[in-house]
């Protein structure tokens, strides 16, 4: 009979030996270096209890009693036998296969909110004092609102010292940059800062701002399968969901996935005891041209509602690959394979359009749209950014189309108080050479994500890479910089762009943006901007 309680320890059992034998030998030199001393003491540390008085018995002398040391001398020999004997029998795993001295440890680091000064001691015949508790870290956002220990804003004019010559190399051609203090709104450093240029890739943190602004951070995107009583047909209803996927791992991350919706169908086409449909797809969500403007591209798939993994043929989840001339199509086609796999014959798919008649079958939902807006800000995700695009055009009651997806952003924004002046938006995802943004809407937009009046956009923040751990800035960081700065990334050629947020050297969160424009080397440019922002995470600047 197996013991549940017992399985953790079996599992642990191996790790236990191991540890013994680490340990034993280090126990065994200690024990033999302190046994001379030791059998000296022994003598002098054996309890002596005295007898009550009238038994006969002399009193100990004062002297002769054992000390303090002594008894610890003592115990220091059964401590080490005991530790000897715990590790190698009992071993430092509880029933749940927890470490004990682990669970204990954590313990004790929460009661001292995570410090650990190595059990400071006291004066000698003192119990050890316990750790100080440490001071709680102010956040990075107290200068939002309330009392705040960290200093003033940087210096305007030291800023602009530390930062003029930077911006000033030639090799960033024409510039917008400017520099605001987070908890006061002041502008402290700008050149050209309402000069709208080309975005780039910048231009996702407008499209972020706008599709929250619009939807909420909760609201989900619904793919769903339809039955049409009239003609048996199951049609595949987009919902313009770019994450959705027809790969059993991305389904197991918590994205929607095609192979759950066509599991649900054939269960429910079961209950009405349908084993043979005719397939369609629907994707009528969206109007207007499907391809972007600059035409076939391994960055961006056609813009559909209705497409399995961005379309890609690869096993890639970011960046450049091949994609699916027929997102839809492909899509369905999936689709249409794994209804075959849960036991019902699907005819080739074909475009079509659900009725009002129509039954729901079976839905699947995106994860919340906060999710989908940090995992396009972190991978510069083309594909999510147009689909979020033309869902603000629908919430705002715009054509699902780039024109319809452009005014319903800059209508958004206007809502917002940005200054939008200047501003153009061809597409979402800032592919289009013809979409103009300032440094000064960049740094108020984001300026706007960290307001508390706006928790809703405050995935804007949370979605930008950090400099040497995550999406486009993974691999751009100084030792300055890692960690600290975190920022969307934007290049065209002859294009770029960073735009985002820093805490300087006094706790300051500032944010920032340097948009440049006719760049004439690409490598120069990215650097010297890297720089400029690995500057303010290194200023004090008072």
């Not at 210096?155 to 602009?160: E, G, P």
């Not at 096993?315 to 699916?324: F, I, K, L, M, T």
């Not at 075959?340 to 009002?356: C, I, L, Q, R, Y």
Request: charged letters at 20%; aromatic letters at 2%.
């Amino acid at each position: 009979m197996v013991v549940p309680e017992l399985r953790p320890w079996r599992t642990a059992r191996p790790h236990v030996v191991r540890v013994a034998d680490a340990v034993r030998p280090r126990l065994a030199r200690a024990a033999e270096t302190l046994r001379p001393r030791l059998a000296r003491l022994a003598p002098a540390a054996r309890p002596r209890i005295a007898r009550p008085a009238g038994t006969g018995s002399p009193r100990v002398p004062r002297g002769a009693r054992p000390k303090t040391w002594q008894f610890t001398a003592g115990a220091a020999t059964a401590g080490l036998a005991l530790a000897a004997g715990v590790v190698t029998a009992a071993g430092p795993w509880d029933s749940t296969g927890q470490r004990k001295a682990e669970r204990d440890r954590a313990v004790t680091l929460e009661a001292a909110r995570g410090t650990d000064h190595g059990g400071a001691r006291g004066n000698a015949g003192t119990p050890p004092r316990p750790p100080r508790i440490a001071p709680s870290a102010a956040s990075v956002l107290t200068g939002l609102g309330g009392s705040s220990t960290v200093r003033r804003a940087p210096d305007a004019k030291v800023l602009k010292a530390l930062l003029g010559p930077l911006l000033k190399d030639p090799a960033l051609g024409r510039r917008s940059a400017a520099v605001v203090d987070v908890a006061t709104g002041t502008r402290l450093y700008g050149t050209g800062g309402a000069d709208a240029l080309t975005p780039a890739s910048t231009t996702k943190i407008a499209t972020a701002v706008a599709a929250l602004s619009a939807l909420g951070p909760d609201h989900r995107l619904t793919t769903r399968a339809a039955f049409e009583p009239d003609t048996g047909e199951v049609v595949l209803v987009g919902g313009g969901d770019p994450t959705l996927t027809a790969r059993a791992k991305e389904a197991e991350a918590g994205w929607a996935s095609l192979r759950d919706l066509a599991e649900r169908t054939a269960a429910a086409l079961a209950k009405r005891g349908v084993r043979e449909v005719t397939l369609s797809y629907d994707t009528t969500l969206y109007t207007g041209p499907t391809r972007h403007p600059i035409g076939d591209n391994p960055n961006l798939a056609e813009v559909s509602p209705l497409m399995a993994d961005a379309a890609r043929t690869d096993d890639s989840v970011s960046g450049p690959a091949p994609r699916a001339a027929d997102p839809a199509a492909e899509a369905a086609r999936r689709f249409g394979a794994f209804l075959e796999d849960h036991g019902v014959k699907a005819t080739p798919p074909g475009p079509s359009k659900s009725t009002t008649r129509a039954d729901t079958l079976a839905t699947v939902s995106s994860p919340p749209l906060s999710t989908l807006v940090e995992r396009m800000l972190t991978h510069s995700d083309n594909d999510i950014a147009e689909a979020l695009a033309r869902h603000t055009a629908i919430a705002s009651g715009e054509r699902a189309d780039f024109d319809g997806a452009g005014k319903a952003i800059t209508g958004r924004l206007k809502r917002l108080g940005v200054p939008v002046e200047g501003a153009r938006f061809e597409d979402g995802s800032g592919l289009d050479r013809g979409d103009r943004l300032s440094a000064d809407l960049l740094t108020a937009l984001l300026v706007k994500a960290a307001d508390p009046a706006h928790p809703g956009l405050r995935p804007v923040l949370t979605g930008l890479p950090v400099a040497g751990f995550t999406g486009t800035l993974t691999g751009r960081s100084t030792h300055a910089s890692a960690g600290v700065v975190r920022a969307k990334t934007g290049t065209l050629t002859g294009v770029n762009a960073l735009a985002g947020t820093v805490v300087d050297t006094e706790g300051r969160l500032l944010t920032f943006a340097f948009l440049t424009t006719d760049t004439t080397d690409a490598t120069a440019a990215q650097s010297t901007l890297d720089k400029a922002a690995t500057a303010l995470a290194s200023c004090g600047c008072r």
